[in-house]
């Protein structure tokens, strides 16, 4: 689709302006804050936003851009590896798709299908607060509370918030 290779083209270009050399700026730390969920559809337009409670983000310090990022829940946490130029934006060189995917899906098991749905990761570090999302688009959701009468396209995002503590 269209979007999926706009998308695709930001990414490379993300990807490219990560790899300048050293990096002046050191974002190691630990965010504490919140993660989210927030779903959306465009037909009938409606949004749903369901709490997923405290988060703590850290930022470790891997070379010179590189991050070994992790967060933690009371539900437990994930570790990958990003990258984060000097204006903030992150990249996500490893990726993986298939288990962000799995991810999100458990979140909403039984009410919406993510079997043809694409996830996009995003996030920015803007005056000591990091931001990460995932949005998954290309799914469907049954906004009947799994009662099956209101099954309609939702994109779906995951957020992990926090400001450096």
Excluded: K
């Excluded at 000097?86 to 979140?107: C, M, N, Q, R, T």
């Excluded at 799914?139 to 099956?148: H, I, N, P, V």
Aim: hydrophobic residues 35%; negative net charge.
């Amino acid at each position: 689709s269209l979007m999926r290779r706009i998308v695709l083209a930001c990414f490379l270009v993300l990807a490219a302006c990560g790899d300048e050399g050293p990096s002046g700026t050191d974002y190691s730390g630990s965010y504490p804050g919140e993660f989210y969920a927030i779903a959306t559809s465009t037909a009938p337009a409606e949004r749903d936003s369901l709490p997923g409670g405290n988060v703590t983000l850290t930022l470790d310090r891997a070379g010179d851009n590189r991050y070994q990022f992790s967060s933690t829940t009371e539900l437990g946490g994930s570790v990958g590896e990003i990258v984060i130029n000097d204006a903030g934006a992150v990249s996500f060189p490893l990726f993986d798709e298939p288990e962000s995917l799995e991810l999100i899906s458990s979140l909403f098991t039984g009410i919406c299908d993510l079997s043809s749905a694409v996830v996009t990761p995003s996030g920015s570090v803007v005056n000591n607060h990091l931001t990460i999302t995932l949005l998954a688009t290309g799914g469907t959701c049954d906004w009947s509370a799994g009662q099956g009468t209101d099954v309609r396209p939702t994109q779906i995002q995951l957020t992990w918030t926090g400001t450096r503590s």
